[in-house]
């Protein structure tokens, strides 16, 4: 008998760093969204690949808030960690922040994504469990079984 494997949450922490060029910029001089959600779905994908050892999908973009802009010339710094693990899929949280110059860096978006661990054939596959060490990682375990639950009614309800 196979006996479950657990996995830290920083095991699969994953940080990005971009500086905004000219060609990640919208009509309105500001980071286009489309862009950042690409570098969320990129840092999603590591921070999953690292935990679960597989190839993954991304399922779902379930919660992407944008609290505020970024300009040319900004450095965004990504931080991806798992929140949440069901049997084959995986809740990332990625947040963005605008680091200035001094090194502060304040929060322009926020999202939650969940991913699916595949096999070699595309099949979903069985993910590790979650050892949570801190109280942050226990509070984010437990709004991600919340998370979990609004998924599968909105699914039911085909929302």
């Known amino acids: 008998m ?21 060609e990640h910029i919208n009509g309105f001089n500001r980071l286009f969204g489309g862009r950042l959600m690409e570098w969320i779905d990129i840092v ?4 999953a690949r690292r935990h679960s050892g597989c190839n993954v999908t991304t399922a779902s973009i379930d919660n992407l808030q944008f609290k505020a802009a ?3 010339n900004s450095t965004i710094f990504l ?45 979903p596959v069985q993910v590790p469990g979650l050892t949570l060490e801190t109280e942050e990682e226990k509070l984010e375990w437990e709004a991600g079984k919340k998370r979990c639950e609004l998924r599968k009614q909105r699914r039911l309800e085909a929302f």
């Not at 920083?10 to 000219?22: A, F, N, V, Y």
């Not at 999603?44 to 921070?47: N, Q, T």
């Open 44 to 47: 999603a994908a590591v921070v």
């Open 2 to 22: 196979d006996k479950k494997i657990y996995k830290k949450v920083s095991d699969s922490k994953t940080e990005q760093i971009q500086i905004i060029m000219p």
């Open 70 to 72: 970024a300009y040319v």
């Open 79 to 123: 931080v991806g960690q798992i929140t949440y693990v069901g049997r084959t899929s995986m809740e990332v949280r990625v947040s963005t922040y605008v680091e200035k110059l001094d090194g502060m860096r304040y929060m322009i978006n926020r999202a939650y994504l969940v991913l699916v661990a595949l096999d070699e054939n595309d099949h």
